[in-house]
């Protein structure tokens, strides 16, 4: 399957007031690092809109505070019929500090689930 990393550094924005990365600044590094993934695989960006999060989870194993420095690497898991599910690691000095997973379901003009496009699966299933 298809994979993408990504470098980012710990932000003062991603933390809480002790210093360490508030819950959600994985997500955003998921997100971003997934965008790349579909950038490197030539998805319109006005295409991204249409598959929003249906479901997120993280396991935090260390600490990750200001200014560290990371690397997420994501990969498909599975693609569904209208689903696909990413799992992904964020990295720090070698070691997995965050393992975590999110699906996303690709919606119609009505946010109903529809099927996603074969090419779209074609290219995620390499």
């Given amino acids: 399957m298809v994979e993408q990393s990504e470098r980012f550094r710990v932000q003062w924005v991603d933390t809480d007031a002790g210093g360490r990365i508030h819950f959600t600044a ?4 998921a997100e971003s690092t997934e965008l ?18 249906r479901h997120v989870e993280a396991d935090y194993l260390r600490v990750l505070a200001f200014d560290d420095e990371i690397e997420l690497h994501l990969r498909v898991a599975r693609v569904g019929t209208t689903s696909i599910t990413y799992e992904w690691t964020a990295v720090k000095d070698g070691e997995p500090a965050i393992e975590g997973s999110h699906t996303v ?19 995620l299933s390499r």
């Avoid at 994985?26 to 590094?29: H, I, K």
């Fill in 26 to 29: 994985p997500f955003r590094w």
């Fill in 36 to 53: 790349a993934l579909y950038r490197s695989i030539g998805l319109p960006s006005d295409r991204v809109g249409d598959l929003p999060r």
């Fill in 105 to 123: 379901v690709h919606v119609d003009g009505d946010g109903r689930p529809a099927p996603l496009d074969a090419s779209l699966r074609r290219l």
